[in-house]
């Protein structure tokens, strides 16, 4: 039974819910563990079709816990602490070969930015910040962040919340694309409902190998990802929704895709 975090799994739809709220959802290392052991359950479970990451209350994530870490002790830098857990939770979501979707409820900040960054969509609530926040307590970036961050809203804007301390609202979010959709808040849970439930029925192992080509195409040219492209195509090729989406479409039906 987890102490941190909410996890359920419901018509395809896996939902964990950072559940300190009082904290606003700082991530202490129980709910660093509690997360990357959900991560591993929806990589390993063909019932989960689709993640939603999101907060209790009126926060997303304030990123690490700073009580926490001023008490933590032991050999271990603040390195080791960021390989062991941070670092394991950006790639988890990142490299999940399903889609991931940031509620993002209310304000995400530091490591929290980190995981809301590292979702392949983020659905932000009107009342939602994004806060770089490692400034204010003199660090440079981390959690993803600086690989992120710019590659979402640009290097001049990245530079301004990670070095200037800026905090983005939620309108700005949407105009940067930090946030593909902005929703009044009492609508958060619905819009995000109803977009998990489409992506639970969509062929997941061709949206796994979108995600695998498009992160793998940020880092090669283009000679080199038409390649890729077509090596990946031979797998995607191979599976059950792909003959499924063809055969319905030929039939004039629409397609019931299984996500294998
Ligand atoms: C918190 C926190 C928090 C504990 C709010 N911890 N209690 C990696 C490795 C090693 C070291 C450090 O960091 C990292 C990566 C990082 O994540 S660095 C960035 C760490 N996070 C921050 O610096 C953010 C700190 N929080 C804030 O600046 C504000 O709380 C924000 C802007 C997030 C929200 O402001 P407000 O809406 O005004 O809320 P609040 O400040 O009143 O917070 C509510 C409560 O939550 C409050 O407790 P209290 O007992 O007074 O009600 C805060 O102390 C607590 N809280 N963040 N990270």
Redesign the pocket.
């Known amino acids: 039974m987890a102490e941190t975090i909410l996890f359920a799994v419901e018509n395809g739809v896996a939902t964990l819910t950072l559940n300190r709220p009082?904290?606003?959802n700082?991530?202490n290392r129980t709910m660093t563990a509690e997360i990357l052991e959900a991560l591993r359950l929806c990589t390993r479970d063909a019932a989960v079709r689709c993640l939603v990451i999101t907060g209790a209350g009126r926060?997303f994530c304030?990123?690490?816990?700073?009580?926490e870490?001023q008490m933590l002790e032991g050999p271990d830098t603040?390195g080791d602490?960021?390989r062991r857990g941070?670092n394991q939770i950006a790639l988890g979501l990142y490299t999940l070969e399903k889609p991931v979707i940031a509620q993002i409820n209310g304000?995400a900040?530091?490591?929290?930015l980190g995981v809301a960054l590292a979702a392949d969509m983020r659905i932000a609530s009107d009342k939602a910040?994004f806060?770089a926040?490692?400034i204010?307590?003199g660090?440079a970036p981390?959690?993803g962040v600086s690989w992120l961050l710019p590659r979402l809203v640009g290097p001049g804007k990245a530079f301004e919340m990670l070095a200037g301390g800026a905090v983005v609202d939620a309108a700005e979010a949407m105009r940067l694309g930090l946030a593909n959709q902005v929703t009044p808040a009492e609508e958060l849970d619905s819009t995000v409902a109803a977009l998990a439930q489409r992506l639970a029925q969509a062929p997941t192992r061709g949206i796994g190998l979108t995600k695998r080509v498009l992160h793998r195409a940020a880092t090669l040219t283009l000679a080199e990802a038409l390649e890729y492209e077509a090596q990946v195509q031979d797998i995607a090729i191979g599976t059950a929704d792909h003959r499924e989406g063809v055969a319905a479409f030929l039939a004039k039906r629409p397609p019931r895709f299984t996500g294998a």
């Open positions: 009082d904290r606003l700082a991530l926060g304030a990123g690490q816990d700073l009580e870490f603040v602490h960021l941070f304000v900040a530091g490591a929290g910040r806060a926040a490692f204010g307590i660090l981390d959690s």
